[in-house]
């Protein structure tokens, strides 16, 4: 339905803020939109979403830290991430749904509900 990419990735000091992009090949303003993350040898871990009027979830890891928007006349997705730690670590996804739904729970929507993907972006946090 959509090509995604990610960008702003890179290394990072314990404490800073990161902000990072997702650039969408067409306009996406009804789509679920959705951030994840994973790690050597760990299950892919929903980090946040937003839908198509702009409520969005957050996973308990990043919740207080993190901050997913949406500017939809760009066909752009943000995730700042703040205070971050080493534990952050890890290749950032982005993902999308057309339905423009999410979730009605407190919890962002699994890897299975999407069907469009980015390929990652990489960021390192480091003492």
């Known amino acids: 339905q959509v090509q995604l990419a990610e960008f702003g990735g890179g290394s990072v000091q314990v404490g800073g803020s990161l902000t990072l992009s997702c650039n969408a090949s067409?306009?996406?303003?009804?789509?679920?939109m959705g951030w994840f993350r994973q790690t050597p040898g760990k299950k892919r871990e929903a980090v946040a979403s937003?839908?198509?009027?702009?409520?969005?979830i957050y996973a308990p890891s990043v919740k207080g830290r993190a901050t997913v928007s949406r500017d939809d006349t760009k066909n752009v997705m943000y995730l700042q991430l703040n205070t971050l730690r080493p534990e952050d670590t890890a290749v950032y996804y982005c993902?999308?749904?057309?339905?423009?739904?999410?979730?009605?729970?407190?919890?962002?929507?699994?890897?299975?509900?999407?069907?469009?993907w980015g390929q990652g972006t990489q960021v390192t946090v480091a003492s």
């Open positions: 067409k306009y996406y303003e009804e789509y679920c």
């Open positions: 993902a999308a749904e057309a339905s423009g739904f999410c979730s009605s729970s407190s919890t962002p929507p699994p890897p299975g509900w999407y069907t469009d």
């Open positions: 937003i839908d198509s009027d702009g409520n969005t």
